[in-house]
């Protein structure tokens, strides 16, 4: 199975900070990499497929990036709605892995 | 819109049986990929199944024999029988879908509110 390594597990931030997630395929996954946001007590949401292709509907300080091995997801200047739990997730290879998540906390 | 509604959750003893529903509106059952992903209390998330026209449905290695994936067309709906329910399942369920834009089987862009599944005794 593909192992998918994200950092920090949590961050402190403030509005209008920007933020990057870094998340490590443990082999190469070309661009299958997806982004989902999951607010407390809801569901996930997908932020970004393909490493960087940001869904309809998504703001655009979101933006991902990377191939291969390594991506990063940057928040550019963070909102008060953008507090929550961020986990990126390999669509390469069965079985599909998630990351552990970078949950984004208020400073 | 495109609308997952879950159903069927609830406490369950070990060994037991459960079957979760989910109702698609907006979407084709049998022309989208449907998965369940599950995410135990506190954890992260794990695909746990995905079916699609013209392949063998997927399971994690920690289901396979004990969980089932369905759709009824007639309905439109995704179903997941559980038998031998574990502890270790214990979750909230989530049916999800990829809709004709996404890229791959295992992209999901719509998400049910999930429901929650409790094995214990």
């Known amino acids: 199975d593909i192992q998918m390594t994200q950092s920090p597990p949590s961050l402190s931030a403030s509005v209008g900070d920007r933020v990057t997630i870094s998340c490590r395929a443990s082999?190469?996954?070309?661009?299958?990499l997806n982004w989902y946001q999951q607010r407390p007590g809801k569901a996930p949401k997908l932020l970004v497929s393909a490493a960087s292709d940001l869904q309809s509907g998504v703001p655009s300080r979101f933006s991902g990036s990377g191939s291969g091995t390594t991506f990063v997801l940057t928040i550019r200047s963070l909102q008060p709605e953008d507090f929550a739990t961020y986990y990126c997730?390999?669509?390469?290879?069965?079985?599909?892995?998630f990351g552990q998540g970078t949950k984004v906390q208020i400073q | 819109e495109v609308l997952l509604v879950e159903s069927g959750g609830g406490l369950v003893q070990p060994g037991g049986s459960l079957r979760l529903s989910c109702v698609v509106s907006?979407?084709?059952?049998?022309?989208?990929?449907m998965s369940w992903v599950r995410q135990a209390p506190g954890k992260g998330l794990e695909w746990v199944s995905l079916i699609y026209s013209g392949a063998s449905p997927f399971y994690t290695d920690s289901v396979k024999g004990r969980f089932t994936i369905s759709r009824d067309s007639s309905k439109n709906t995704l179903d997941l029988q559980m038998d031998s329910l574990r502890i270790e399942d214990t979750a909230v369920y989530y049916c999800?879908?990829?809709?004709?834009?996404?890229?791959?089987?295992?992209?999901?862009?719509?998400w049910g509110q999930g429901t929650t599944v409790t094995v214990s005794s």
């Open positions: 999800a879908g990829g809709s004709p834009k996404v890229t791959t089987a295992f992209d999901a862009d719509v």
């Open positions: 082999q190469d996954i070309s661009s299958y």
């Open positions: 997730q390999q669509s390469f290879s069965t079985p599909p892995t």
């Open positions: 907006g979407l084709s059952v049998t022309n989208t990929y």
